[in-house]
């Protein structure tokens, strides 16, 4: 089973399978050496990033992302702040500190290759690291794969099962099917199934800390991104688009002029709010990935804000639904968007938004089941093609889309019985699918889309 906690992970931006993964990636292969007993006779190290790491990791700052890593940075601790701090003396002096207590040799401009070349084996987002001694003897290499949502594996690994807890926890599902037919048997709705197996994992009280830190930092990310002016790093000089629409919004509360759609603004203000600090590599949740990391918040917040009946038992009641439905599509489909394209990660978040939002708002178990199917259906197909690597353009619009969707998802589920024609699991299948038929230009590779028809225009 895959955790809540698994899916929603404290990190920085702008990438969760470019940036958080090899980050963790990266530090775990500084922990290999140090159970070796190898770490005091390294001199010198390298990195190589292949597939979509390679093609789309300038932008993503998967080359900073390793660096940090290497010099015994996690994504949940690292300060945004310090991290520039460690890549420029990194740059500057042609050393890193590796773990955080051994400085080597190491040049970020000529030992962290970008390969676009080589292919990849098992998976498009794949890295591999080098340790060498002082005379450059080979002492360990590792091949690592970031396949999406900050989840990373070895190489070898990669299509094998993970190992499972499937037997200590009260309610294994692995299909939608059987997550209703849990739900009925057991007359528990699919968050209380959720909490009931986390409970095998910590107590109630770690549990709800931990999600109120989830939504503490979320809530937090909204707020700053709503006042830090400036234009996002990159090079594309995309101006940051929330600090001025926020005051447009507050000027027109305090009005008698409010227009009728001014509440699908607010919701567009908070996804971009988010997506905009996730582009400056700022402090963010994956929900379930950085790309798509403000349409879960952006819905939460308007439940919270707009909806007139939000309490922090709900706010925790959301987001233990949604994990749910993210983790049936971790389980059967993929949530990179390398692997299947942006359906993989807006069109995830959109349909786990949708299955939160119905649950609070009364949804039985087989309207938020129908929820999070209509979130899916309508982002099938969606391509992955940021232009200039960077997750700007059109990501950070493609959120508050994605959050506009899982409103009007829920809205429609909430007006049915819970019936429909296409169930969860076969959209789920469909999305897999279509991933793996969709050329590779059209997923995170920026070769293909919007990527290159801007400079064509």
């Not at 159970?35 to 390679?54: E, M, Y």
């Not at 190992?163 to 048997?185: C, H, I, K, N, Y």
């Not at 259906?377 to 990501?395: A, F, K, R, S, Y």
Request: include cysteine.
């Amino acid at each position: 089973m895959i955790g809540i906690f698994e899916l929603f992970k404290v990190g920085i931006g702008p990438s969760s399978s470019h940036t958080v993964g090899p980050m963790k990636a990266a530090a775990s292969f500084v922990d290999s050496l140090k159970q070796a007993g190898l770490l005091a006779q390294v001199g010198a190290a390298r990195v190589d990033l292949f597939g979509s790491l390679a093609w789309t990791g300038k932008g993503h700052g998967t080359d900073k992302a390793v660096i940090l890593g290497l010099a015994g940075e996690t994504p949940e601790t690292v300060d945004p702040d310090h991290a520039d701090r460690i890549v420029g003396l990194a740059h500057a002096d042609r050393t890193i500190r590796l773990g955080g207590v051994r400085s080597i040799s190491f040049d970020p401009k000529t030992d962290v290759v970008f390969d676009g070349v080589t292919e990849t084996k098992q998976h498009p987002n794949t890295l591999a690291f080098t340790a060498f001694d002082s005379a450059g003897k080979c002492l360990l290499e590792q091949r690592w794969c970031s396949v999406g949502g900050g989840f990373v594996v070895r190489e070898e690994e990669v299509g094998q099962p993970a190992p499972t807890s499937e037997g200590d926890v009260p309610f294994p599902f692995r299909s939608g099917q059987q997550l209703l037919q849990m739900g009925a048997a057991s007359r528990m709705s699919i968050a209380d199934i959720v909490m009931a197996n986390e409970l095998s994992r910590l107590s109630g009280e770690q549990i709800e800390a931990k999600l109120d830190h989830i939504i503490a930092v979320m809530m937090a990310c909204i707020d700053r991104g709503m006042v830090t002016e400036g234009n996002l790093p990159g090079g594309l000089n995309v101006r940051r688009r929330a600090p001025s629409l926020f005051r447009r919004l507050q000027k027109a509360a305090g009005s008698n002029d409010r227009p009728q759609h001014m509440v699908m603004d607010w919701v567009s203000l908070y996804a971009i709010s988010v997506n905009e600090e996730n582009a400056s590599g700022s402090r963010v949740v994956t929900a379930p990935t950085n790309g798509a990391a403000g349409i879960i918040p952006a819905t939460l917040r308007y439940f919270r804000d707009h909806c007139g009946q939000a309490d922090q038992a709900g706010l925790r009641r959301f987001l233990l639904t949604a994990s749910a439905i993210g983790a049936l599509f971790k389980m059967n489909a993929s949530i990179s968007g390398a692997e299947v394209g942006c359906q993989g990660e807006v069109g995830v978040a959109c349909s786990m938004a949708a299955a939160g939002l119905a649950a609070v708002l009364g949804g039985t178990n087989e309207q938020v089941e129908n929820a999070a199917e209509i979130g899916m259906e309508h982002h099938l197909g969606m391509t992955c093609d940021p232009i200039g690597g960077l997750v700007q353009v059109p990501c950070i619009e493609r959120n508050a889309f994605g959050a506009i969707k899982a409103i009007s998802a829920a809205s429609l589920a909430l007006q049915g019985d819970g019936q429909h024609v296409v169930s969860l699991d076969k959209v789920i299948a469909t999305m897999r699918e279509t991933g793996r038929d969709m050329q590779s230009k059209y997923k995170e590779t920026s070769l293909g889309g919007l990527a290159v028809n801007l400079a064509e225009c």
